[in-house]
């Protein structure tokens, strides 16, 4: 049973590009939520697919957007980005169905945008 | 704003000490996870705990959420130098579970 992988691993991105980050949740999960942790901070929650639909935003832009495929699989894309972006993000895939479902995190992709 | 509150921020002790971590909030989680995170990594789930007053035990590790289901504790006897690492709580709003809130962390090292 594969783990979650995030690609790529680490990210340099100017002011005003874009990025796509993906991820591969675990084997049979069909939830993918994303996260963004700031140097020294705990994660914060961005959204949630599931079953390629939107299940739950946090208090994000719309600048950040995502996707996910019918293999699970889901992008993180990020639009004209901005210093404040620069962070570890992280997926994380679970398999909902009981009352504490475990997510099962990626190593993330540490993003820096100068 | 972090509606979990992580305290300390930061755990310096030398090898054998206890520690406790405290994790506090004004708001009623249906959840309360506790991770580990070590650099370049990401978090890695040491326990759920889901009933108010329930208290877990993992070898030297004892979680513990609060009757409210408000605050929740860590302990940990006799630290290791394997113990360092960043350690969060996050609670969850809805039964599954899915969508976390973390705390800001706290970020422990344990010196032989």
């Known amino acids: 049973e594969t783990g979650v992988t995030q690609s790529p691993t680490h990210l340099i991105k100017t002011r005003g590009q874009q990025v796509t980050l993906r991820c591969s949740s675990q084997s049979g999960h069909n939830t993918v939520s994303w996260y963004q942790q700031a140097l020294g901070q705990g994660p914060q929650f961005i959204f949630q697919?599931?079953?390629?639909?939107?299940?739950g935003r946090g208090n994000f832009p719309p600048r950040f957007s995502g996707l996910q495929f019918p293999n699970y699989s889901s992008e993180l894309n990020v639009n004209a980005l901005e210093l404040d972006d620069s962070a570890l993000y992280l997926c994380?895939?679970?398999?909902?169905?009981?009352?504490?479902?475990?997510?099962?995190f990626g190593p993330g992709t540490r993003l820096t945008v100068l | 704003t972090q509606l979990l509150e992580q305290s300390p921020q930061f755990l310096s002790i030398q090898e054998g000490e206890n520690l406790t971590v405290y994790c506090n909030s004004s708001?009623?989680?249906?959840?309360l996870q506790w991770y580990r995170q070590e650099p370049g990594e990401g978090p890695v789930l040491l326990v759920t705990?889901?009933?108010?007053?329930e208290v877990k035990k993992l070898k030297r590790l004892t979680f513990q959420f609060g009757d409210a289901r408000k605050d929740s504790s860590l302990h940990i006897t006799a630290a290791q130098p394997g113990d360092t690492g960043l350690y969060l709580c996050a609670g969850a709003r809805d039964n599954a579970g899915n969508m976390l809130t973390f705390g800001g962390g706290t970020r422990l090292m344990v010196k032989p």
């Open positions: 708001s009623v989680f249906s959840s």
């Open positions: 994380a895939s679970s398999l909902p169905g009981g009352r504490s479902d475990t997510q099962y």
């Open positions: 697919y599931y079953r390629e639909e939107e299940n």
């Open positions: 705990v889901v009933t108010g007053g």
